[in-house]
């Protein structure tokens, strides 16, 4: 893959829906094929079938993420059936949200935000770059975190913690690809709120948000929330440029650097925004 190339093989995580949905088919769009992974399998057939439809090769695999063995086994799949000796993109965009109070985040709630948003990631990368990085050539790992993994809001601490250690995995890793030399490169995409179905399961509310607020909740994320394709685009353009840091969607950019310059005027802003969903 050479600079503003997006050809070759790519594998999005999560891929049945919102953004990882999105991603398949602008990269198809640009000219790639795809493995498609998600625990959805009806939707994922779908996802593929917009794949196909747009001239390029596309697999799919019903994997869970947070099992480890089931990513090393997809990994051995992928290279004995697409036959290619590594993935040009992988992207860890597979991920759940939860909503609630600390006090109300009950540790079953941190284990699978845990196991999902943050095991899915290092499962990805481990059942794949090292192919990446034998292979040799241009390559890229695409890890989707979020706002919230640089700005923590309240009311999301597992997911905010959670997608904070994506950002520093990706930190870590992309540093040590560089000291090795390893033409593996390394996207962190942070997206503001954007209207998927992320939201809308319930079990990713804590028990103690009645249905007037979860409803109010998903209201909010439908009318301030951006387009999944438009990360889509953004991952595009963020691979072409060897971008590090993809920060897109509504408020990602402005308070990014908001609260760079002031922690207190950025709190400010998160305090607003938390009381006019009704959290108090
Ligand atoms: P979505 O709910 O529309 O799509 C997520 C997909 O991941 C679904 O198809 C689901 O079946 C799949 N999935 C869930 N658990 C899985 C597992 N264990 N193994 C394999 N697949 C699994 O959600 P959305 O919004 O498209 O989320 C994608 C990523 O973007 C997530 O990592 C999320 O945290 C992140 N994100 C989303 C934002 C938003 O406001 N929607 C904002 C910032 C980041």
């Not at 699978?112 to 290092?122: A, E, F, I, S």
């Not at 963020?238 to 990602?252: N, Y």
Request: charged residues 20%.
């Amino acid at each position: 893959m050479r600079r503003g190339e997006c050809a070759g093989w790519v594998l999005v995580t999560g891929a049945a829906s919102g953004i990882g949905r999105a991603t398949a088919l602008a990269f198809a769009r640009a000219g790639a094929n795809l493995v498609l992974v998600d625990i959805d399998d009806r939707a994922l057939q779908k996802a593929c079938d917009e794949v196909l439809a747009l001239g390029r090769d596309c697999a799919t695999r019903v994997v869970n993420v947070a099992d480890a063995k089931a990513m090393a086994d997809l990994a051995r799949w992928v290279r004995s059936e697409i036959r290619i000796p590594a993935l040009d993109v992988l992207v860890n965009n597979a991920g759940i949200g939860y909503l609630g109070s600390f006090m109300d985040t009950p540790v079953e709630a941190w284990e699978r935000v845990l196991q999902v948003n943050l095991m899915g990631v290092v499962n990805g990368c481990r059942a794949f770059l090292p192919d990446m990085v034998g292979a040799g050539g241009e390559r890229r790992i695409v890890n989707v975190a979020s706002l919230a993994g640089l700005v923590a809001a309240p009311n999301m601490s597992a997911y905010a913690a959670v997608k904070h250690a994506v950002v520093g995995l990706g930190e870590s890793l992309c540093l040590e690809l560089k000291l090795k030399g390893a033409q593996v490169g390394v996207t962190t995409v942070c997206p503001g709120i954007i209207n998927t179905q992320i939201t809308k399961a319930r079990a990713s509310v804590a028990a103690s948000i009645g249905d007037a607020q979860y409803e109010r909740l998903t209201a909010y994320y439908a009318k301030q929330g951006g387009r999944p394709d438009v990360v889509a685009d953004a991952i595009v353009r963020g691979v072409r440029q060897r971008r590090e840091l993809v920060l897109v969607g509504p408020f990602a950019a402005p308070l990014y650097y908001l609260r760079r310059c002031s922690r207190r005027l950025a709190q400010r802003l998160m305090l607003q925004d938390a009381r006019r969903v009704g959290f108090v």
